[in-house]
Antibody
């Protein structure tokens, strides 16, 4: 079945780094834009980053621009999020999510139909 | 940045009643609006895309409407499993990005 499985979360000190992974299965990964979305404890959803199906376009929320990098390896059906210079306010559950439809434009589809179970990132000293 | 404002923050209803949730955008988002349902400890689930299209497997009691700046998610007759938090979300072409509303908690009265 269509599935996304995140890994790589954990506890890190402020200023530290972490790399999240998202393993995709059950669909043609290389045909879909992918996203990272996060949710701080007890808070709402915040979109973090997008990468086009072929990796040619990447966009970020202002809150993470210059610190986070989204990437993908279509040969491994895996999405990544490299997080540097982490701050306490980055503490959240991080979800990877798939574009609802295959889109050829520079930005992704307007909805995300498949989500992973999430991985918790805690930034604390 | 486009801001989405959801109302009410909390909606208290009984099973069998009709639920009407609102999402207002600070500027036009055309029909690039989606709705999600999230239950505690779970990932969000896509309900509606393009403002009014039900996602795969979503029951017909869920419907979406609106365009431009005002959107509505309607649940025609609440089932016990519908009590959850609902988020709207929009896509912006420029600057490229996405934003979510702050959520509406639908609770049992």
């Amino acid at each position: 079945q269509v599935q996304l499985v995140e890994s790589g979360g954990g506890v890190v000190q402020p200023g530290g780094s972490l790399r999240l992974s998202c393993a995709a299965s059950g669909f043609t990964f290389s045909s879909y834009g992918m996203h990272w979305v996060r949710q701080a404890p007890g808070k709402g959803l915040e979109w973090v980053a997008f990468i086009r199906y072929d990796g040619s376009n990447k966009y970020y929320a202002d809150s993470v621009k210059g610190r986070f990098t989204i990437s993908r390896d279509n040969s491994k059906n895996t999405l990544y999020l490299q997080m540097n210079s982490l701050r306490a306010e980055d503490t959240a559950v991080y979800y990877c999510a798939k574009d609802n439809r295959m889109v050829q434009g520079v930005i992704g589809d307007d909805a995300f139909d498949i989500w992973g179970q999430g991985t918790m990132v805690t930034v604390s000293s | 940045e486009i801001v989405l404002t959801q109302s009410p923050a909390t909606l208290s209803l009984s099973p069998g009643e009709r639920a009407t949730l609102s999402c207002r955008a600070s500027q036009s988002v055309s029909s690039y609006l989606a709705w999600y349902q999230q239950k505690p400890g779970q990932a969000p689930r896509l309900l509606i895309y393009d403002a009014s299209n039900r996602a795969t497997g979503i029951p017909a009691r869920f419907s979406g409407s609106g365009s431009g700046t005002d959107f509505t998610l309607t649940i025609s007759s609440l089932e016990p499993e519908d009590f959850a938090v609902y988020y709207c979300q929009q896509r912006s072409n420029w600057p490229p990005g996405y934003t979510f509303g702050q959520g509406t908690k639908l609770e049992i009265k």
